[in-house]
């Protein structure tokens, strides 16, 4: 299949992706197309089946049918260091550090030598987004609070110099004041130029950082805008995302 060279491939593109666990059907065919320079959230109930499309795209979940590819390129059922070597970088739910490690050792193991086009970071960088982390350096991460965990693994993915982030549910019980600051960054990384995907609860910081959301419910796509449009469609929110 060819492209013509004035139509690029988006970034992350899934075409009518599936999923299952066991016999249980997740994914009822997902599409969702990423751009260069984009933000787009995936809103929806807990179960509506957002971190198994994240698994999906990052080769922990088995893709049933469909496919999904990243600059026009198949990555459908690679295996993840593949998928991340390809420009995938992923946060996940789990807060993943190592915990008998310290935050610098947690750090120097994410390092990345530059990739391509895609923007470079540093640990120095880290320590100037998360002052915090640098004061807690060597700290071992299993003693770190749940905030200070969640922006470890943030750095550590970052590190890898990702073209694009999935990042699900960053916020999740963390203090108001650290919900700011992962959203700053958030807004940073993507100013940078790193495309994200994110999972967001919390309807207001979605908003404010996304270019564009898509609501699941029950495995599929049920709607697909600008923030702003989604604001208007008041019966979208109600039938999908109030609690
Ligand atoms: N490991 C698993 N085994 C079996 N079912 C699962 C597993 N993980 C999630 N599910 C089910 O898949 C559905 C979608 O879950 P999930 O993708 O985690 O939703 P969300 O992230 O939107 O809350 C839910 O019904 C959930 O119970
Ligand atoms: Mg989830």
């Known amino acids: ?120 970071w540093s640990v120095d960088q880290m320590f100037d987004y998360f002052p915090r982390l640098k004061e807690r350096r060597g700290t071992k991460a299993g003693n770190l609070s749940g905030g200070e965990q969640q922006m470890l693994t943030m750095c550590r993915s970052l590190l890898g110099n990702p073209k694009i982030m999935l990042i699900d549910e960053p916020t999740e019980g963390l203090a108001p004041k650290i919900v700011e600051v992962i959203a700053d960054v958030i807004r940073d990384i993507h100013k940078r130029g790193v495309s994200v995907v994110l999972v967001e609860q919390k309807l207001t910081i979605a908003l404010k950082v996304s270019t564009r959301v898509s609501v699941m419910g029950h495995g599929r796509i049920v709607f697909e805008g600008p923030p702003a449009q989604l604001h208007e469609r008041q019966d979208v929110v109600q039938e999908w995302l109030a609690v």
């Open 1 to 120: 299949m060819s492209t013509p060279m004035s139509t690029p491939a988006p970034l992350l593109s899934l075409r009518g992706v599936h999923a299952h666990y066991g016999k249980s059907h997740i994914l009822h065919g997902i599409d969702l197309s990423i751009g260069r320079g984009e933000v787009v959230s995936l809103l929806g109930r807990n179960g509506a089946g957002r971190s198994t499309t994240m698994k999906s795209i990052m080769g922990l979940v088995d893709v049933t049918g469909g496919s999904i590819a990243i600059e026009g390129r198949d990555i459908t059922n690679k295996r993840p260091f593949e998928i991340a070597r390809a420009g995938l970088g992923f946060v996940p739910e789990e807060r993943e550090v190592f915990a008998n490690l310290t935050v610098d050792e947690n750090l120097r193991m994410g390092e990345q030598p530059k990739r391509g086009d895609a923007p470079f």
